[in-house]
RNA sequence: GCGCCGGUGGUCUAGUGGUAGGACCUGAGCCUUCCAAGCUCAUGGCCCGGGUUCAAAUCCCGGCCGGCGCACCA
């Protein structure tokens, strides 16, 4: 489609109450959007569609947890540290650099995205380092701190700091010592949460596409380390065309046209589950009207990938000549879990039963802490954490008189016989593993986006000019339109009784009096609204009503008892259109 | 955050230093037995603040918002 179709989707949007700037009437604030009647409810469809495939579909659970969390969550998650670049803006050119990135660059500092501000500063004056861009002096320049995450207070005055969450995934992270419970401790299993984030962008765009306050839905799925395979067999035959890295950076690279049985054999996508995933995901993007031609799922490039992230796929659509995000596939290893393992007292791991008790010898120590209290004072804690750490990694030290432990870089001789040093046969039941994570994390309001994109069509009929959208039956906001032909009062009150009668068989109905009748149509195909019924004069006698289809705009005549039954078969697929006889 | 361009009814758009016109939409009515027909009438607008000027929607500055490019996108 061409180029401008964005910019009529956006106009129909926001003409027709899909989706338009936040606050407008006080001249309207970067990246937030307010999704209209139409949006909202194309929006809660396309969230139900996403939780009858990925979380009852699946088995899976839904939770719903709070948008602000306090500081500790973001600290273990990392996204403290790593939402907050440090921007230094070029005196001369003007060009912003990252400010650590000029710093390890040209420095020995290695981390430098953990000293603070004004220790950077002075990094930068000291080493008289230079805009990487045009090679400006950028001492004495002011180095800026972008967080990304929202803050905000917990509580009144100088309350506890909190953060808008900027994924939905850590508020299931955080409650997995409760969910394993709930799981009854079994792997594997899976969360999901439809919810919005929050990220602070520096620089929000195109429409809903990025904005700074969106939906995620996103499954987050637990399982063990060694085993837990999918079921590939239920998607192997799912046709998808990927673009893996090597084809990215090969000279003349192309997507690849493939399955995801034929993929997951020639290596093509590493981890089953994310194949699984992505088949599941291609058939379910399909069955929401997002354009298989417009499709593709994109690996990652090594450099691309998060700190987490041992192999991406993305989920992609084409709008407006653009390839944009719709889904990320990740299999996150074990680094949310540990994260918050190492910092909080719960435990983030699940026992996992050995077949078969296993009988194990095991250095251990019981130190006499008499004795290494009032030797090392405070420093006695490190040194049992040091003499724990060394009698699992090296028994032989513990076979002299004494054993030597570095605490901090310094040397410690202890006597063996106050460390309780022994090696003692142990039965083991099992093991507590740190369970691996699949993440399928989808943005909502670029599917809608795309969808309504990928719907948009112009036409002609009867050589009047048409615009409609093409969208799915499953999820369009508004699924029937009812008239009477002509303005009488008689048509009018029957049509009014059939749309009540619709609206209590549970689908979206719109009534519609006003002028002609073809103009009703019109407005109707704008929205995307795939049926119309007419009341007409004949009605009365026939007790038939003609049913319109709004793609192909052909009409069928139907007893108006079957009206319920007929439209909602529509509704779920389980009939079309081109079988009802005309 | 930087650079370029822009901001006129609900939508699209014309326009000039002397406070604005069109089209579509919408509403009321007439007409109309299935696809934006016609006729009459009506509602509704110069993004915000400051400056220059007798006079600013128009020129200048700043802000806000938008599009594109850069940077950013864990």
Same mark, same amino acid.
């Given at each position: 489609m061409s180029e401008d179709t964005g910019e009529k989707v956006v106009e129909l949007a926001k003409r027709r109450g899909y989706f338009f700037r936040s606050s407008s009437a006080y001249g309207g604030v970067g990246g937030f959007y307010t999704f209209g009647p139409q949006g909202a409810a194309l929006k809660g469809n396309v969230e139900e569609a996403w939780r009858d495939r990925f979380a009852v579909g699946e088995g899976h659970m839904e939770i719903d947890a709070p948008t602000i969390m306090p500081e500790p969550v973001f600290e273990a998650s990392g996204h403290l540290d790593t939402f907050d670049d440090m921007l230094v803006e070029c005196p001369d050119c003007g060009e912003s650099s990252r400010a650590d990135h000029v710093v390890e660059d040209n420095t020995e500092?290695?981390?430098?995205?953990?000293?603070p501000i004004p220790e950077v500063e002075e990094i930068v004056a000291e080493y008289e380092l230079s805009c990487p861009?045009?090679?400006?002096?950028?001492?004495g320049a002011a180095i800026e701190e972008f967080n990304l995450m929202f803050e905000t207070q917990v509580?009144?005055?100088?309350g506890q700091p909190g953060y808008l969450r900027p994924e939905t995934a850590q508020g299931i992270f955080v409650e997995f010592p409760r969910l394993k419970e709930y799981a009854r401790g079994q792997l594997p299993f899976g969360v999901t949460q439809v919810g919005r984030a929050y990220r602070n962008e520096i620089s929000p765009r195109r429409s809903i596409i990025r904005t700074r306050e969106f939906t995620q839905a996103e499954l987050e799925l637990f399982v063990d380390p060694e085993g837990d395979g999918p079921d590939l067999s239920a998607v192997e035959d799912v046709p998808v065309r990927l673009y893996p890295a090597s084809e990215q950076q090969a000279d003349e690279g192309d997507e690849v046209e493939t399955t995801v049985g034929e993929a997951v054999a020639d290596g093509t996508i590493a981890d089953p589950w994310v194949a699984y995933f992505l088949g599941v995901a291609r058939e379910w993007y399909e069955s929401v009207g997002v354009d298989m031609d417009r499709f593709r799922f994109r690996q990652h490039l090594a450099g691309e990938?998060?700190?987490? @992230?041992a192999d991406c796929w993305d989920a992609e659509g084409e709008v407006g000549g653009n390839w944009i995000e719709l889904a990320g596939f990740a299999h996150r290893g074990d680094y949310d879990l540990s994260k918050h393992q190492a910092h909080?007292?719960?435990?983030?791991t699940v026992f996992r039963q050995y077949d078969e008790p296993k009988t194990v010898e095991r250095a251990e120590v019981d130190p006499d802490m008499s004795y290494l209290g009032p030797e090392f004072g405070g420093d006695a804690g490190d040194v049992v954490s040091g003499l724990e750490e060394l009698a699992e990694r090296?028994?032989? @030290?513990?076979?002299?008189e004494t054993v030597t432990v570095e605490v901090d870089g310094e040397s410690h001789e202890i006597p063996?016989?106050?460390?309780?040093f022994a090696v003692e046969e142990r039965t083991e039941s099992g093991e507590h593993v740190v369970p691996h994570v699949i993440e399928p994390s989808f943005g909502v309001d670029r599917l809608v986006y795309t969808i309504l994109e990928h719907a948009y069509r112009e036409d002609e009929v009867d050589s009047e000019e048409r615009t409609y959208l093409e969208v799915d039956p499953e999820v369009a906001p508004t699924f029937v339109g009812v008239f009477p032909l002509q303005s009488d009062a008689e048509l009018e009150s029957e049509a009014e009784g059939i749309a009540a009668s619709l609206r209590a068989e549970g689908l979206s109905v719109t009534y519609d009096d006003s002028g002609a009748i073809g103009r009703r149509y019109r407005r109707q195909d704008e929205v995307g609204t795939p049926f119309c019924v007419t009341v007409d004069y004949e009605s009365r006698e026939d007790g038939a009503v003609t049913l319109r289809e709004r793609d192909s705009t052909d009409q069928v005549r139907l007893p108006i008892d079957d009206l319920p039954g007929t439209l909602s078969a529509l509704r779920e697929g389980d009939l079309e259109f081109g079988e009802l006889s005309g």
């Open positions: 500092y290695e981390d430098a995205e953990s000293l861009e045009c090679g400006a002096p950028l001492a509580g009144p005055g100088d990938r998060a700190h987490y @992230a909080s007292d719960e435990r983030f090296d028994r032989a @030290a513990f076979e002299d063996v016989e106050k460390t309780g």
